[in-house]
């Protein structure tokens, strides 16, 4: 079956331009996660959403980013103003909720270049 | 607070030997924990998981790893490697299975040598 898509896969945006990144999850899975992967690291959580409702921002590192989720399924992850040190993979996970297999499954990211 | 170590970001083998990537957690709660492979330019797997029950956990492409709480350890092994294990690995540790935050250690690439 489908997996968790992402688009667009790679992005280049200049400093201070805003930039909108799509994730379609697994459909049916109820749980849908944002993380930011730098260079050389592994990947750091930004957010997390059940449904429509965003339940963690913990790890959104400034106002600039704002994700949504409205209708419980595709999400989308915004940054505005983008600097450089946002340059990084934007990955997207998507889980079900269904008893004891529930697993992160990750789309291929999106990879952003702030120039 | 929970952390992840792998110790060794770079792992070199040769096809068929041991293959052995090191991760240590920190946790003050028992953890569940992961270890996912990434290939280039795609998102991540699931190797295997550890929740609760047995603690040597085999996962996918003959990986398996052990839950050592004595030791805070993880380590992901395998037999014999193969070309095609070249990639990058991370662990990582939650809370809660599913639906939960995954905190990743910061990889290790492995390398595997004809």
């Known amino acids: 079956g489908a997996g968790v898509s992402q688009s667009p896969r790679y992005k280049v945006a200049k400093r201070g331009q805003d930039v909108a990144l799509r994730c379609d999850p697994i459909?049916?899975?109820?749980?849908l996660f944002w993380y930011q992967q730098a260079l050389g690291q592994g990947p750091e959580f930004l957010t997390y959403?059940?449904?429509?409702?965003?339940?963690?921002k913990s790890g959104l590192p400034s106002d600039r980013f704002f994700a949504e989720r409205p209708e419980g399924s595709v999400s989308t992850l915004k940054i505005q103003r983008t600097q450089q040190e946002d340059s990084a993979v934007y990955l997207c996970?998507?889980?079900?909720?269904?008893?004891?297999?529930?697993?992160?499954?990750f789309g291929p990211g999106t990879r952003l270049l702030v120039l | 607070a929970q952390s992840v170590t792998q110790l060794g970001s770079h792992v070199s083998v040769s096809e068929g030997a041991l293959v052995l990537l090191r991760c240590n957690y920190s946790?003050?709660?028992?953890?569940?924990l992961f270890w996912y492979v990434q290939y280039p330019n795609q998102g991540l797997q699931l190797l295997l998981k550890y929740t609760t029950g047995a603690t040597l956990v085999k996962g996918i492409n003959g990986f398996e790893a052990e839950f050592k709480k004595s030791e805070t350890s993880f380590h992901l092994t395998k037999p014999s490697a193969h070309m095609s294990d070249a990639a990058e690995y991370f662990c990582a540790v939650s809370h809660n299975f599913g639906n939960e935050k995954l905190t990743f250690g910061t990889g290790t690439r492995l390398t595997i040598i004809p």
């Open positions: 996970a998507s889980s079900s909720l269904a008893g004891q297999e529930e697993t992160q499954y």
């Open positions: 459909s049916g899975h109820v749980s």
């Open positions: 959403f059940q449904n429509e409702a965003q339940l963690d």
């Open positions: 946790s003050s709660v028992p953890p569940y």
